[in-house]
């Protein structure tokens, strides 16, 4: 026998699937954050660096989205990886960053611990000074177009970061170009468009690029993402491996403009270093 629904009913039954899918995108996937273990297949890895971590922390849109950076402290703990790397626009404003320092600080096992500029901090008009002081003071080294080197005996990885690549261009100076400073590099920048925009002529290409900015999308449905910021290019989250140097985009741990996400949950990756 069919059951003929009221228009009551279906109005009431429809309004808690909302109120539902409302306290998804602004309660659970805003708040837990998600830990992702990726391979990263580097040619000719010295044995000294097989099986080093590295983590991957982006877009934490501080002051908001504080339960997401208590989460992810939480997992960097419980993990304790070699390297901890963060790609930019973890504040939104200069009042913020002693929210940042207490949360770089808050990674009590003490890795090595490198950071960039994102688009955001470029656009708030953080000093610079200011934001390095505030990630040294949780003992992160912040680079500009610069790189910071992890030891292991004779091994040697450098973490490279650059700039954001929105409001300012990476330069890719001759420290960073020499192959022979490094057994290999990974590029941190926070823009992932910047891929497409890597000199033909490197003597080395970079093992990786780590990238955030997209969120992924932050709210989506399935198979379709609405909208991506500017500096995204074709990029969304996830490897990219066709075409150029490896690329990872993380969908980040905070929020931006609306402390809301749907299908796109809140992401720590951390990377396991592998000889190809």
């Not at 590295?54 to 339960?67: E, F, M």
């Not at 901090?121 to 003992?139: D, F, S």
């Not at 989506?220 to 985009?249: C, F, I, T």
Request: proline content about 7%; some cysteine.
């Amino acid at each position: 026998m069919t059951r003929v629904i009221s228009r009551r009913r279906f109005l009431a039954a429809t309004g808690a699937a909302g109120v539902a899918l409302g306290a998804d995108a602004c309660g659970l996937e805003t708040m837990v954050v998600r830990l992702s273990r990726e391979v990263l297949p580097v040619a000719s890895l010295p044995a000294e660096l097989e099986g080093i971590t590295i983590a991957h922390i982006s877009d934490l849109h501080l002051p908001g989205n504080r339960r997401a950076a208590l989460h992810a402290l939480t997992l960097l703990e419980r993990e304790r990886p070699d390297a901890v790397v963060f790609t930019g626009d973890l504040v939104e404003e200069a009042a913020a960053l002693p929210l940042l320092t207490e949360f770089v600080s808050g990674i009590a096992h003490r890795p090595v611990m490198v950071a960039i500029h994102g688009n955001w901090e470029r656009k708030a008009r953080i000093p610079l000074g200011a934001l390095r002081r505030a990630y040294e003071r949780g003992g992160a080294e912040f680079q500009v177009n610069g790189r910071t080197v992890l030891r292991r005996g004779a091994a040697r990885l450098g973490l490279v970061g650059l700039d954001d690549g929105l409001y300012h261009q990476p330069e890719l100076n001759a420290t960073i170009r020499d192959p022979g400073a490094t057994d290999a590099d990974i590029w941190l920048v926070h823009c992932p468009a910047y891929r497409d925009r890597i000199p033909a002529d490197l003597a080395r290409v970079p093992a990786a690029i780590l990238a955030g900015h997209t969120h992924g999308g932050q709210i989506r449905l399935p198979g379709w993402v609405p909208a991506l910021p500017l500096g995204s290019g074709d990029y969304v989250e996830g490897w990219y491996r066709e075409g150029g140097p490896p690329l990872y985009v993380s969908r980040g741990v905070g929020t931006v403009m609306i402390e809301a996400r749907f299908f796109c949950p809140a992401q720590l990756p951390i990377f396991t270093l592998r000889r190809a």
